[in-house]
């Protein structure tokens, strides 16, 4: 819907499924000018007849955060600068040209000798890599799958790639890969997958899951480095096991910024954030202060910058670092979450690992961590930290150590921090 000052033109009526408590109601106080049923949507006869109002050109699409460190908020972005910046996704992938006009756009997407594009996004639909990828799909005239169960079934998952013949895999890192891998994996040698790319972003993409991926068939794998915010500001790309390990490049109107706001993306070994330059969201929904924060105006040029810090290597390389709000000051120290994560799952036993910093009265903050291990693996927790401590500096090595199952990962692979600080501070 198009929200303005009065409130939604238009309210999209979902029906809870079988077992729900929500019960179907007239709307009209709330929504004065249309209430559709989402069934009516998926018939075309009942949508033209529903007479859809036109959100014109300054619709807005709110796209939420996920919320990992504090509330979700919304993101506002106009649909045209939305589809402008998601061009870049739709054509060059399948070897097209951008198109010159909405008749050339419907050309592209209708010509019969275009390869065949089937998506299906493995994550929900709020999840903006999913969302969009979807929109991609549509734009060139593809098909999207969706896997129609709230939870992962991976065996279900794999039985419609297969089906289906899906030809663009869109997942949330390696949560959600290995297990749809370890079921695919058994039906690939005789099935013969149409599977041709994978697609994740914002999640830890590990080199084996990519190596798994590349033995599949001729599957080229994009790793992007995106926020809701906006982006891309980098991509790792690998079509073979011998481009692994895929580092990740800074995006073309991506740029690193030191704490003077000078550009760094050209000097290796220089520490900043990254920030994008090209088409933006408005900013976060009713709150300008954030705003003004995330997206600096500097030399003239509004920027996005969440506040990902990486290391700048040569080549237009770049190595993450982490949030900056999530960098650990350890008595003056900084210390960057993600390279005590990788240093972790370096460990044979540990499967998953977040890092992060606790309150401490003599330092400020000392780091923390919280891992998974392997089904059946034991490992003492000084083992862990001897571990950390042959690799890294000693102030890098966590204070605090949990060690846990799994570390509860939602649908797409996020992790609630607040709850697992929390739960290690009361230790």
């Known amino acids: 819907a198009t929200l303005g000052s009065a409130g939604p033109r238009l309210l999209v009526e979902v029906a809870e499924p079988p077992g729900g408590t929500a019960v179907p109601g007239d709307h009209s106080a ?40 504090g509330t979700p908020r919304a ?6 600068s939305l589809l402008q910046i998601q061009q870049s996704s739709i054509y060059p992938p399948v070897g097209l040209p ?36 979807a929109m991609n799909a549509l734009a060139l005239g593809g098909t999207v799958v969706i896997h129609p169960q709230p939870g992962l079934d991976a065996d279900a998952v794999a039985e419609r790639i297969v089906r289906e013949r899906v030809t663009r895999l869109i997942v949330a890192g390696d949560a959600v890969a290995v297990p749809v891998l ?50 891309p500001y980098a991509m790792a790309v690998s079509r073979g096991e011998d481009d692994l390990p895929a580092r990740f490049r800074l995006a073309e109107e991506a740029v690193v910024l030191d704490e003077g706001h000078r550009q760094v993306q050209d000097e ?44 700048v290597l040569p080549d237009r390389c770049i190595e993450l670092l982490g949030r900056g709000s999530s960098v650990v000051n350890t008595g003056g120290e900084k210390v960057y979450p993600a390279e005590v994560e990788q240093v ?49 500096a000693g102030y890098k090595k966590p204070r605090r150590l949990s060690v846990r199952d799994h570390l509860g990962r939602g649908p797409t692979g996020k992790l609630d921090l607040r709850a697992l600080r929390a739960s290690i501070e009361k230790c």
């Not at 993101?75 to 045209?80: L, S």
């Not at 090209?278 to 924060?293: H, S, V, W």
């Open 30 to 69: 709330r929504c004065p000018d249309a209430v559709v049923p989402f069934e009516a949507l998926l018939d075309v006869e009942s949508a033209d007849r529903a007479e859809l109002p036109d959100p014109g050109p300054g619709a807005q699409l709110y796209v939420f955060t996920g919320g990992t460190t």
């Open 75 to 80: 993101v506002v972005w106009e649909v045209g």
């Open 98 to 133: 951008f198109p010159t006009g909405l008749e050339d756009a419907v050309a592209l997407a209708t010509a019969p000798d275009r390869p065949r594009v089937v998506t299906l996004p493995l994550a929900p639909f709020i999840h903006a890599t999913a969302l969009f990828s």
């Open 182 to 231: 370890d079921a695919l994996e058994p039906r690939a040698g005789s099935a013969g997958l149409a599977l041709g790319s994978v697609i994740s972003s914002g999640m830890r993409f590990s080199e084996e899951t990519k190596r798994r991926l590349h033995r599949l068939g001729e599957v080229a794998i994009v790793d992007i480095l995106a926020s809701t915010e906006g982006g």
């Open 268 to 311: 290796p070994g220089a520490t900043g954030v990254l920030a994008f330059r090209g088409p933006l969201p408005r900013g976060y929904l009713n709150d300008p202060e954030k705003t003004a924060r995330s997206y600096p105006v500097i030399d003239g040029v509004r920027h996005a910058s969440p506040g990902d810090y990486v290391r």
């Open 344 to 392: 972790l799952l370096e460990h044979p036993a540990v499967t998953d690992a977040v890092v992060f910093g606790v309150a401490d009265q003599r330092w400020g903050e000392v780091v923390a961590a919280a891992v998974a291990l392997e089904p059946g693996a034991r490992v003492a927790e000084q083992d862990l930290l001897d571990f950390v401590g042959g690799r890294l």
